[in-house]
């Protein structure tokens, strides 16, 4: 029955009922709580909002994709584009991430950790310069912060704004990365001086890093 009440708690919010939505979850949650599965009552709270998650979120994209199609030709492009993506699904998924989806010419991840998050920001930099004869250029932005788990299995909150903003200030080769991000696995790789950038959309100026990685 709670399972039967979170899947139409899904449908619901697909739809567009985020009453009706509500409702159904918060009936799932309360059942699953009587129940003992409190894997699951965890899941319906975040589904609800009430629990926050602490992930880093990763976000790539290829510099310039449309001048590489226009120089290389469909064929070749996709040629490229199917290596790009095999090798970043990859090497993300190798590294503990999860894969919440592709936008555009990049990839959304989120890690449980910081330094799981920077070993494979920087195992794709490696990977794209060590690419013969050709890879394209790709930005990466990191950030550590909070989110909620969406119904869709996506996240959402200002841990990934804050984490798509960084990305999108990234430049070509580059990772980019919030001071939060340095976790466990920083010691291992240089930074640049930090410096403080005000993003849109984000009321305190944050400290951002460049991650040595060649």
Do not use: N
């Amino acid at each position: 029955m709670a399972e039967a009440q979170m899947l139409l708690g899904f449908a619901l919010r697909r739809s567009g009922d985020e009453d009706g939505a509500r409702d159904e979850l918060t009936a799932a949650k309360g059942a699953f709580e009587r129940l003992g599965a409190a894997l699951a009552a965890e899941r319906a709270a975040e589904l609800l909002g009430e629990h926050k998650l602490s992930r880093t979120f990763v976000f790539t994209d290829i510099v310039d994709s449309t001048k590489l199609v226009e120089a290389l030709g469909e064929e070749k492009w996709k040629k490229l584009l199917g290596w790009h993506d095999r090798t970043l699904g990859e090497l993300i998924s190798d590294r503990g991430g999860e894969v919440i989806k592709q936008t555009g010419d990049g990839y959304f991840a989120a890690f449980q950790t910081p330094g799981a998050a920077l070993e494979a920001a920087v195992a794709i930099q490696r990977a794209l310069d060590a690419h013969e004869p050709l890879a394209p250029d790709v930005r990466i932005g990191l950030h550590t912060g909070g989110a909620f788990h969406r119904a869709d299995d996506d996240y959402a909150g200002q841990g990934v704004h804050v984490a798509a903003r960084i990305g999108a200030l990234a430049g070509g080769c580059e990772i980019l990365a919030s001071r939060e991000s340095l976790g466990d696995g920083a010691a291992r790789f240089p930074v640049s001086e930090p410096r403080r950038t005000e993003l849109k959309g984000v009321a305190d100026a944050i400290e951002l890093v460049s991650i040595e990685w060649r």
